[in-house]
């Protein structure tokens, strides 16, 4: 008999040795009371599906919806479903599981012998086949099908995929140095997935498919409520840089991890480097002119000089700092001064911070920050005014006057960069065309294959870890601990904003995770297999050894790369 321990509850009992986590749920079942149904689990802090069978003794933790390792084995598998209805409808076609996007699921579907990715059909013709994939899910979830999962040699996996044509899973597999792979199977089709699925379809309670752009929207539970969907919000700003970035993707040939490692191994590594920077530099450069020209329309209208106030934000580990360097260089190769302005400075004195349910300050509030001054102070500013600004003690938790003056020249150019940038609230009186919004991000767009995506959060994820422990500000651990509170801090002050811009900018890079795993790999092995934060560490790790690990020396010194692996030639306070 093994002796399993539910953490849900602190209980040991005992159980046969092959025991399912089913098994041992039903056993705790009544007393658990959990508000919504397991979707997964995790055995000693290591993820595993409902199916997984236990033959050692082990701790065991079940998780519902509203847990990251829950919400990913529901979509994978709701994934799965969705493949499988294309291929029975229509056999031979082709779908590709992109991203997430306005609150769901973005998926491109193309049919046998449409040449391109983005071909689409008529729309008439794209109701009824969403409507006929619809129905064929909503056909499988009923009849309850099991996800049926099959370890074979890596060689044997590689037969089954070449046999069916998955170019995009040979390559993954082939390369990823595993000598056995698991795949799954769902009645007669086969498909591959990189985490654990759910028992079998029934489970898929709740989501819908609609047609999005030029695709389809899978839509999923919501993460805080799982009984409802998430409430869909249009986002075709983000869709169209996703959109760019997958036609650049396609025309340097890498969409997915597989291209990455072929690309590696032929010795293109600099070269998709050196591209990628340049689709980068001239983004920037192509912003700084439309800032210019913003500048020189707004002073026309206004008949007087004046400058333009440029508003910078994004998500943690976007790039934010490395890109307003950036953006620097090339306002000033347009001829403008640009002028950083802080809105730390301008921070309520600490007492008067509003606070967390949990009694702790809550520095992500758009409270911390004296937002009547600061925005008297710039309009003065911009109007050519000398004005006198504070400065925060960050010791004493109070602001202070010290007589420091700023006064604008004629050619200069206001820049504000940080999480409340483009809240309204911020510069609510001043005129929308005496404003030049930016939102930056990573939007990852390389996915392991068709149907295994990589969330942007990993990737910026993946450059706080190594950002933070280069610092020796925290550790891996550390920093995993933080991430949820972080996320739903974006969730509430910086997302919401994001469609606002005048301009997004994508900092992700085609090649940044074989960069990235170079330095990742060591520090998260360093976090401990007996702490919580050992199942996000451990999964970070199974996907990006999917890529081949290259140096970091061709990643030139200006590179927003450089921000989070360290040697920039940039200097960062």
């Not at 760019?244 to 293109?268: F, H, P, Q, T, Y």
């Not at 580990?317 to 890109?323: A, D, E, I, P």
């Not at 795993?517 to 050894?545: D, G, M, T, W």
Request: glycine share 6%; proline share 5%.
């Amino acid at each position: 008999m093994l002796q399993i321990r539910c953490k849900n509850n602190g209980v040991t009992k005992s159980f046969p040795e092959g025991a399912s986590l089913l098994d041992v749920y039903q056993e705790f079942a009544d007393e658990l009371q959990m508000p919504y149904p397991p979707v997964s689990a995790k055995v000693n802090n290591a993820s595993q599906g409902l199916k997984f069978r236990l033959y050692q003794n082990r701790d065991v933790e079940f998780l519902d919806l509203r847990s990251g390792a829950g919400r990913r084995a529901y979509v994978r598998s709701l994934c799965f479903v969705l493949y499988k209805a294309t291929q029975d409808l229509y056999p031979g076609s082709k779908l590709f599981v992109e991203h997430e996007l306005s609150r769901g699921y973005y998926c491109n579907f193309k049919l046998r012998g449409q040449d391109q990715r983005r071909d689409t059909a008529g729309s008439a013709s794209r109701e009824e086949m969403a409507e006929a994939i619809r129905s064929r899910m909503a056909e499988i979830v009923r009849q309850d099908m099991p996800f049926r999962r099959t370890e074979a040699t890596t060689e044997e996996a590689v037969r089954i995929f070449s046999d069916r044509g998955f170019s995009d899973k040979v390559k993954l597999i082939e390369s990823s140095g595993q000598v056995y792979t698991d795949y799954y199977t769902l009645g007669e089709t086969i498909d591959y997935y990189y985490g654990p699925l759910l028992p079998s379809a029934g489970y898929l309670k709740l989501w819908a498919l609609e047609l999005y752009q030029d695709g389809m929207l899978l839509r999923v539970p919501d993460s805080h409520d799982p009984t409802r969907l998430a409430e869909m919000v249009p986002m075709p700003k983000t869709f169209d840089v996703f959109a760019e970035k997958v036609r650049w993707d396609i025309i340097m040939r890498l969409s997915n991890a597989g291209d990455v490692n072929k690309a590696i191994l032929r010795g293109n590594a600099t070269e998709l480097i050196q591209v990628s920077e340049a689709l980068q530099e001239k983004k920037i450069v192509k912003i700084a002119e439309d800032i210019a020209a913003r500048r020189e329309g707004c002073q026309a209208r206004r008949g007087r000089e004046g400058s333009l106030l440029v508003l910078i934000t994004g998500p943690s580990s976007s790039g934010k700092t490395t890109f307003c360097k950036r953006l620097s260089i090339q306002l000033l190769a347009c001829g403008l001064r640009p002028v950083s302005f802080s809105t730390d400075d301008y921070f309520v004195n600490r007492v008067d911070t509003p606070l967390l349910p949990n009694g702790q300050y809550d520095f992500d509030n758009i409270k911390t920050v004296d937002t009547a001054l600061l925005e008297d102070h710039l309009k003065r500013l911009m109007a050519g005014e000398t004005v006198e600004v504070p400065e925060y003690n960050f010791i004493t938790g109070r602001r202070e006057w010290k007589g420091k003056r700023l006064r604008l020249r004629a050619d200069s150019v206001l820049i504000i960069e940080g999480i409340h940038a483009l809240n309204p609230l911020l510069t609510k009186d001043i005129p929308d065309d005496e404003k030049y919004r930016v939102f930056i991000s990573a939007l990852t767009s390389i996915s392991l294959d068709d149907h295994n995506w990589i969330p942007t959060q990993d990737n910026r994820l993946l450059r706080r870890i190594i950002r933070d422990y280069n610092k020796g500000a925290f550790t891996a651990r550390e920093t995993i601990s933080q991430w949820q509170a972080v996320c739903e801090a974006e969730e509430q002050w910086i997302l919401p904003f994001q469609e606002t811009a005048d301009v997004m900018f994508n900092s992700a890079l085609n090649i940044e995770f074989a960069v990235l795993r170079s330095h990742a790999e060591l520090i998260l092995s360093q976090v401990p297999r007996n702490c919580p934060e050992y199942s996000e560490a451990h999964r970070l790790l199974k996907f990006l050894r999917y890529f081949l690990p290259i140096s970091d020396k061709e990643i030139p010194p200006t590179s927003i790369m450089r921000e989070f692996v360290g040697g920039s030639s940039f200097k960062y306070r």
